[in-house]
């Protein structure tokens, strides 16, 4: 039977049940005079005791100061990181106070260093901003550091209070007078809490990210920061705050009308919000939400109460001004956020978090303060810039137009019937065989692969259909209007099973169809593009395994007359280690074998004596697309069932195209390229 807890002694261990999760959440941690629970699991307050914990170190400090100036005391946050590790945010606030505390009988400083949960500054009206963690305030960074300072400027005199591993070793001291005002703090977090300690793991730019956020999300303060070791130095401010945000977002596009919208209004109880946004001519929506000055990833109520106002104020302008039929099609929110940019940031006394990663904000009564507020000075905003409001209006109304169309085009072309008894479009090179089991498709990018595929082939059993792959640039073509292509429809037709519920796989004249793209990032998009296409129309293609991926090399080595075809880094690497094992072996060992890049994409392998002669014995091209490969080239690496090896696409990969489909709507290059390269499995080598 174990050991009756002693009812006297306080003990450390939380009293309820671990959550499901096995975790404890803070709130079970009794609230304890020491810090004892903080060193024993560090993890529990901020996150992780990797680098990420030593960046969580500096956001709650940093975060102590963002609330002195968002409740107005502090215009300027500085930033040092020092050679030897220690960091120092200050502020110019009124400074943490140093009376003594009515409950500890000690200074309020102390309380609020050593305590856990002290100083947090709700109630007092105030703004608790917090690193995501919830503010778990700087006793916490106290108790992670072998050594702090603390310094405050207040009524005219310097006081100061120094502390190892959480502990005081000093009383709070009055160093003197001092014309100094605000709040410093010094720590060195703590080796015996953090795998490493040591001023290169302070990332530069991750630092100057947030600051720079912070700045948009605070306006008008100054967030200065430098590093000693590296002399590098950067301060932002932003008298535009999230107005200015907003512009910087839109930086590159063709906006519809400057300057961005702009709201900031507190309601009755304390809810603080401010919204800005900006049109700009492209189709994708770009919105980030703050509550606190935390990004909300998952949204929350303040998205919903701006999505509702946005769409129901646009269509209201619209109405009242017949720029839409009275019983036509409202506007949809898809249509009213197409080429929107967006930033809402809203301000609450006790923000509650929701979702997988406390990234969604919960508070209801949000979503109403927002949707008001943005509605009335949103509407306002339309009735007094009507030129820009024309525009914005226009936008929504070509979305709207383009999605019904998309729709009837789909509609029509799923429709029965429309695809059967067309002749196989003409830019099809068929083959001989009729058997649609050992017939194969490939579907190849471009007119110069397709010209080199052609010739390549085999033609008795393979057909090769070129698609013209601009025509495919899913940044404009949504997937229902790019049924309307002709390219689409020519492999429809070409296939000849049909689409969407009249599919039928059994029909399909080929059993292997191939997509052979370029390995670069628009090869993927197309590639990526087209598993999606089968999945929504002819996902039976796959569920069967008829569904493939070419793999063309990468490299091509040639050592004299020899050519080596590498189809992956290491596999070049591979070869290259032979051939610098087999040229030293060769000769005396005085030399040494160099890599050198003498063009874009064009390396050469060189033996080079002490003497410094040079010979070089072989070269490396990197094929940035299939038409650099003439046609026999490209028939024995990549189409030739006895050489070639294919990737074989499973539901799960097309499935993700489908999803990460969204992504490639979008700008950012690196979750794309990042989608290609992990997402086809790679098939043992075909005995076809
Ligand atoms: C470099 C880190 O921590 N700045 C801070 C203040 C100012 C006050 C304060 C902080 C306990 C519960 C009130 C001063 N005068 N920078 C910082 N600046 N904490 S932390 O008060 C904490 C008290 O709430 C402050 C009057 N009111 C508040």
Known sequence: M????????KSTIAKSKPDTKGGYGAKDIQVLEGLKPVRKRPGMYIGSTGITGLHHLIWEIFDNSIDEAMAGHATTISMVIAKDGTVMVEDDGRGIPVDTHPVTKKPALETIM????????????????????????????????????????????????????????????????????????????????????????????????????????????????????????????????IKSYVEHLNEKNTVLHAPPFYVDKENGNNIRVEISLQYNNDFSELLFAFANNIYNLEGGSHVVGFRTALTRTINNYAKKHNLVKENGETLTGDDVREGLTAVISVKLPDPQFEGQTKAKLGNAEVRTVVDSVFSNYFSSYLEEHPTDARRIINKSLLAAKARLAARAARETVLRKGVLEGMTLPGKLSDCSEKDPSVSELYIVEGDSAGGSAKQGRDRRFQAILPLRGKILNVERARL?????????????????????????????????????????????????????????????????????????????????????????????????????????????????VEVKEVAEGEEVVEEVSVEGGVKKIAEIQRYKGLGEMNPSQLWATTMDPQTRTMFKVTVEDAAKADEMFKILMGDEVAPRKHFIQTHAKYAENLDI
């Open 2 to 9: 174990p050991k009756k807890p002693d009812p006297k002694k």
């Open 114 to 241: 050593t305590t856990l949960h002290a100083g947090g500054k709700f109630g007092s009206g105030g703004y608790k901003v917090s690193g995501g963690l919830h503010g778990v305030g700087a006793s916490v960074v106290n108790a992670l550091s072998s050594w702090m300072r603390v310094e405050v400027g207040r009524d005219g005199k310097l006081y100061s209070q120094e502390y190892k591993k959480g502990e005081p070793i000093t009383p709070v001291k009055k160093e003197g007078t001092s014309s100094w005002k605000g709040t410093r703090v010094f720590w060195r977090a703590d080796e015996e809490i953090f795998d490493k300690v040591s001023v290169e793991l302070y990332d530069w730019k991750t630092i100057t990210d947030h600051l720079r956020q912070q700045a948009y999300l605070t306006k008008g303060i100054r967030m200065k920061v430098s590093n000693e070791f590296s002399d590098k130095k950067e301060e932002f401010y932003f008298e535009g705050g």
């Open 480 to 592: 229902d209007k790019m049924l309307l292509s002709e390219e689409i429809k020519s492999l429809i037709i070409a296939i000849g099973a049909g689409i969407g519920d009249q599919f039928d796989a059994a029909k399909t004249r080929y059993e292997r169809i191939i997509i052979m793209t370029d390995a670069d990032v628009d090869g993927a998009h197309i590639r990526t593009l087209l598993m999606t296409f089968f999945y929504r129309y002819m996902k039976g293609l796959i569920d069967r395994g008829f569904l493939y991926i070419a793999r063309p090399p990468l490299y091509l080595i040639k050592k004299g007359k020899t050519e080596h075809y590498a189809y992956t880094d290491e596999e070049k690497d591979k070869i290259l280690e032979e051939i610098k094992k087999a040229t030293l072996e060769s000769k005396s060992k005085d030399k040494k």
